[in-house]
Antibody
Framework: EVQLVQSGAEVKKPGESLKISCKGSGYSFTSYWIGWVRQMPGKGLEWMGI????????RYSPSFQGQVTISADKSISTAYLQWSSLKASDTAMYYC?????????????WGQGTMVTVSS | EIVMTQSPATLSVSPGERATLSCRAS??????LAWYQQKPGQAPRLLIY???TRATGIPARFSGSGSGTEFTLTISSLQSEDFAVYYCQQYNNWPPGVTFGQGTRLEIK
């Protein structure tokens, strides 16, 4: 079965760092771009950026450039999204999703989401 | 950035009736348009890509149409499980990349 499995929910304080993960299985992880999507509470979907695990080529939405870091470890079929200093406004559900068909393409497989709560 | 605008924000329809959801792009995205369904507490699910091609396992009552800047998702006969939030997404080119519409909530009338 083709799937993306994300790490569990996190509760952090402002200023702390965090790295969440997305592990792919059932397909060639290095052959598809993986994107990250933010969904703030009660809000819509926001595309954050994307990585190609085969060579770690990474692109960011202008809205998220410099705010987060996307990385991948192809040896363990895992992509990551990390923050160096969290803010309360980072509280959201974060999804990883496989891009089908190239760097820009529909997202055919989604992770279950990781809820990040940032509160003092 | 390409801005995607969905209308209406909320659509109230009775089960068994047809629902028509609209999505407009601020500039042409050709047919590089997808539709997603999201139910509470769940990840989005791909319904339509290429503006009109149903994804694997999607029932035939879901259909997409349009190209350029105007797109439509039609659900021909609403089932109880279809009441959800629907998002359109353009993926025309890099840059600027991928953008979503703000969503249409489809609710039971």
């Amino acid at each position: 079965e083709v799937q993306l499995v994300q790490s569990g929910a996190e509760v952090k304080k402002p200023g702390e760092s965090l790295k969440i993960s997305c592990k792919g299985s059932g397909y060639s992880f290095t052959s598809y771009w993986i994107g990250w999507v933010r969904q703030m509470p009660g809000k819509g979907l926001e595309w954050m950026g994307i990585i190609y695990p085969g060579d770690s080529d990474t692109r960011y939405s202008p809205s998220f450039q410099g705010q987060v870091t996307i990385s991948a470890d192809k040896s363990i079929s895992t992509a990551y999204l990390q923050w160096s200093s969290l803010k309360a406004s980072d509280t959201a559900m974060y999804y990883c999703a496989r891009h089908w068909g190239g760097i820009v393409g529909p997202s055919d497989i989604w992770g279950q989401g990781t809820m990040v709560t940032v509160s003092s | 950035e390409i801005v995607m605008t969905q209308s209406p924000a909320t659509l109230s329809v009775s089960p068994g009736e047809r629902a028509t959801l609209s999505c407009r792009a601020s500039q042409s995205v050709s047919s590089n348009l997808a539709w997603y369904q999201q139910k509470p507490g769940q990840a989005p699910r791909l319904l339509i890509y290429g503006a009109s091609t149903r994804a694997t396992g999607i029932p035939a009552r879901f259909s997409g149409s349009g190209s350029g800047t105007e797109f439509t998702l039609t659900i021909s006969s609403l089932q109880s499980e279809d009441f959800a939030v629907y998002y359109c997404q353009q993926y025309n080119n890099w840059p600027p990349g991928v953008t979503f519409g703000q969503g249409t909530r489809l609710e039971i009338k």
